[in-house]
């Protein structure tokens, strides 16, 4: 995956980019649909809540534990306080990432492997992509605009294009579904989302 030197200035932008469109979700908009086929949005809350716990705990060294990164471990709080739940951890990993030498530590990320270990740089970029598309799931499910700096989707666009596609993307538990096709015109962040299996006229109505 092609990395920037220092993603982290634009990692916590998009973090934070998705703390305020998560801060307009109710306890009634949890039953909405996402753009992520079959999952409410309190699936979506709960999936992005421990991710980021689960992605702060590997920064510190402690990702092999199996348990951080089970959606049971947050879905109670993100049941009874989306909003609140979701900043906390948010602001736990935006301050996990900020450590020193943390660009050159091993993330141990059990979900993508028995053993898988990346490099801190590595694993911060696939943490950042996640959060620019799921801040655009979630302003989606709820009917609202999500706008991120230009300089960041230049910066995530690479990164989302490193991800490769194929048959592989239609199984269960595949991280992102299949590419969809997109006119040549469209801006870059519908041609990440697209990349990443995000029709981006998706509407929660058909």
């Known amino acids: 995956m092609h990395t920037i030197e220092d ?3 634009l990692h916590r932008k ?16 949890l039953s909405k649909p996402t753009p ?5 949005l309190a699936d979506l809350l709960t999936h992005m809540t421990v991710q980021h716990r689960g992605f702060a705990a590997a920064a ?3 990702g092999a ?15 009874t306080d989306p909003a609140g739940a979701y900043s906390a951890a948010a602001a736990e990993v935006i301050d996990a990432f900020a450590g020193d030498g943390v660009l050159d530590a091993g993330f141990v990320l059990p979900e993508l492997g ?3 270990t990346f490099p801190g740089s590595m694993a911060i970029g696939f943490h950042f992509i996640d959060y620019v598309v799921h801040g655009w799931d979630v302003a989606r499910s709820i009917g609202r605009v999500f706008e991120l700096p230009p300089d960041l989707v230049t910066a995530a666009l690479p990164l989302a294009f490193a991800v490769p596609d194929g048959d592989f993307r239609a199984d269960d538990g595949a991280v992102f579904g299949p590419a969809v096709s997109l006119p040549q015109s469209t801006n870059d962040l519908d041609r990440i989302l697209a990349h990443l299996g995000r029709s981006p006229q998706w509407t929660p109505n058909p």
């Open 65 to 79: 534990d199996l348990a951080i990164w089970q959606p049971e471990t947050v879905a109670e709080a993100v049941a």
């Open 114 to 116: 028995p053993g898988a």
């Open 36 to 40: 992520c086929a079959g999952w409410s």
């Open 7 to 9: 993603i982290r200035p």
């Open 60 to 62: 510190r060294g402690q």
């Open 14 to 29: 998009a973090v934070l980019a998705s703390v305020d469109v998560v801060s307009a979700v109710t306890v009634e908009d």
